[in-house]
């Protein structure tokens, strides 16, 4: 079968880092083993973007990457969205100076954000996609690419993809990590709303195939447009083993270790989980000198000023460590360190639909986990795998209760969650070389269906 030319299109590519860059990266890096030949067409940075310089080491030589010049009416506010901590800092409270300032950028922040759910829709990249059209155009019809692949967050990639389908007729897939409408952090504006409703159904009904990350994701998709749906697949995030060789562990100091990396903002937050350590330590039941937290990754400005005051009214200076945004590896590092791996997930019931990209990671990394999540896809294979301790997030004491047993199982030497993880099945499905295989395989059943004449 002859090699295929497929332009990813992502906004969120090296030296862009976090979460969000990942499985655009993995596609990228994997697909070429698998009669793929890959263009990324992707922008320039942004002042707010995190960025991850490491990652760029992993993008294939044979992997060309385009970036579009960003059109950003938005990037004056970026002052208003100061960037989380880039290096590692205490938990102690910010001077009083800092603290006036950040309380000035609060109250300036919070109108310039309203005006970006006002005007931004369906989100901030729009202007971007629309500019991005003519070269993206250019480089298929130039190139002879045979499949555009759209992945988002943002959604604008997938009306970049659409327009770019209407132009040239090639086969498109939209690759969806999150819902869309069906968002738990929908906007809750009226009139933006219907108008992302209209997008997002243009996108359904105009896509060759929509992949997604979950079956519950793709149930939504299906009863919300399955009307108009050609074809959805189930790709899974997951993990590549090749990032965990030769990971250096984060020096271990003795005590029981346990460890959050990515992201934390107002709905997920480790405020009970605090309060349930300090309880703990009052009523004598952990030793406060054997223990300590550690948080890596950006903080939403408003929870990193909240967790700061909890630490300092729970007095839990000696027991946390914030230690702001880390390079991929250097992440990794903390995670293989630790004893114990923090999975916070959001409260809202809905939230059960999704399972946190970290998931993965942690399933990798081979430690016991400590899940604050709602029943539901994340639950389910922390269960199935015997990966850990799942608790509903609002359940203090339930955390509490997890957070004992674990603890005590560290000082009797014993794996805290009382079993080993059981990944072997899963390892297949959540290996990121596996799922590019599948993603060039249902390629090459839409480029066959099209040669047959079947669209």
């Known amino acids: 079968m002859p090699r295929k030319k497929v332009l990813l299109v992502a906004a969120h590519f090296p030296p862009a880092g976090g979460g969000g860059v990942i499985r655009a990266l993995k596609m990228a890096k994997y697909l070429g083993d698998y009669g793929c030949d890959v263009l990324v067409l992707t922008r320039e940075p942004r002042p707010n973007d995190i960025t991850d310089p490491s990652l760029v080491d992993e993008v294939p030589p044979s992997v060309r990457v385009i970036r579009a010049r960003d059109v950003d009416p938005y990037r004056w506010l970026y002052r208003f969205r100061p960037p989380a901590p880039q290096t590692p800092t205490a938990a102690a409270r910010p001077s009083l ?43 298929i019809r130039g190139e002879g690419i045979d499949v555009i692949f759209t992945t988002s967050y943002p959604y604008s990639v997938h009306l970049l993809g659409y327009w770019l389908k209407r132009l ?16 738990i952090h929908k906007s809750g504006i009226p009139w933006r709303e219907r108008v992302e409703e209209r997008m ?3 996108v359904m009904a105009n896509a060759d195939a929509v992949t997604t990350v979950t079956p519950s994701f793709a149930a939504g998709f299906r009863a919300k447009h399955g009307d108009v749906i050609r074809r959805l697949e189930v790709i899974y995030n997951g993990f590549d083993p090749a990032d965990y060789e030769d990971i250096v562990p984060f020096p271990h100091d003795g005590r ?3 460890a959050y990396t ?18 703990l330590i009052a ?5 406060r000198d054997e223990i300590v937290l550690r948080f890596a990754g950006r903080f939403a400005t408003d929870t990193l000023a909240e967790t700061r005051d909890c630490i300092e009214r729970l007095a ?48 990798a990394v081979k430690r016991p986990v400590l899940a604050l999540v709602v029943p539901g896809e994340a639950s389910r294979i922390i269960e199935k795998h015997a990966l850990g301790r799942v608790v509903h ?42 799922q590019a295989a599948q993603l060039s395989r249902l390629m090459d059943e839409l480029l066959a269906g099209r040669r047959r004449g079947v669209d």
């Open 97 to 139: 100076l800092k603290r006036v300032a950040t309380g000035l950028l609060r109250g300036l922040r919070s109108p310039a954000l309203k005006l970006l759910q006002y005007t931004a829709v369906p989100d901030d990249f729009y202007w971007w996609a629309r500019a991005t059209v003519p070269l993206g155009e250019r480089v």
């Open 168 to 183: 040239t007729g090639v086969l498109w897939i939209a690759d969806f990590r999150d819902p869309w409408t069906q968002n």
């Open 200 to 202: 997002e159904r243009r």
């Open 256 to 258: 029981f270790t346990a």
């Open 262 to 279: 990515g992201l934390l903002y107002p709905k997920r937050s480790p405020r009970l989980l605090l309060e349930a350590v300090a309880e």
């Open 283 to 287: 009523e004598g039941r952990v030793r």
């Open 316 to 363: 839990l200076g000696d027991a946390v460590e914030i230690m702001g945004e880390l390079e991929h590896r250097q992440a990794l590092g903390v995670l293989k360190g630790a004893d114990v791996l923090l999975l916070v997930g959001d409260a809202a019931p809905e939230a059960g639909a999704y399972i946190p990209g970290k998931l993965y990671e942690y399933m």
């Open 393 to 434: 997030p609002l359940d203090r004491d339930g955390i509490k209760r997890a957070y004992l047993e674990m603890y005590r199982a560290w000082k009797d030497g014993r794996a805290p969650t009382g079993t080993e993880p059981e990944i072997g099945g899963a390892q297949l499905i959540f290996d990121r070389r596996y």
